[in-house]
């Protein structure tokens, strides 16, 4: 895989993360910079289990070597509960994102 350096690297492409059994990420990011995100984690914990799902959109950008999504919809959702306001933009270091992302084929 290429090593993501700018923008236009991240654009038109599906992203997955998977960082365990447990938690998986994919970003759908269009041509223009607006994306789909979801997030999909159990909590394997006896006393808690619990499904967590993240799903939102907005746009990416670029500003030195931080990826910022910014948030225009979002939603999570658990067993019991949803929340539907960010705490604040995702953000991702580009060695961070080479190091956990890869390109969907």
């Given at each position: 895989d290429k090593m993501v350096q700018t923008?236009?690297?991240l654009l038109g492409h599906t992203w997955r993360a998977h960082y365990s059994e447990d938690e998986d990420v994919a970003i759908t990011i269009d041509g223009d910079g607006k994306f789909q995100f979801r997030r999909d984690e159990v909590v394997d914990d006896p006393e808690a289990w619990q499904s967590i799902t993240e799903t939102g959109t907005g746009t990416v950008?670029?500003?030195?070597d931080i990826i910022t999504f910014s948030w225009t919809d979002y939603l999570r959702e658990d067993e019991d509960s949803s929340v539907?306001?960010?705490c604040g933009p995702l953000q991702y270091s580009l060695a961070e994102w080479?190091?956990?992302f890869g390109m969907d084929q």
């Amino acid at each position: 895989d290429k090593m993501v350096q700018t923008l236009a690297d991240l654009l038109g492409h599906t992203w997955r993360a998977h960082y365990s059994e447990d938690e998986d990420v994919a970003i759908t990011i269009d041509g223009d910079g607006k994306f789909q995100f979801r997030r999909d984690e159990v909590v394997d914990d006896p006393e808690a289990w619990q499904s967590i799902t993240e799903t939102g959109t907005g746009t990416v950008s670029l500003a030195g070597d931080i990826i910022t999504f910014s948030w225009t919809d979002y939603l999570r959702e658990d067993e019991d509960s949803s929340v539907d306001v960010p705490c604040g933009p995702l953000q991702y270091s580009l060695a961070e994102w080479n190091r956990d992302f890869g390109m969907d084929q």
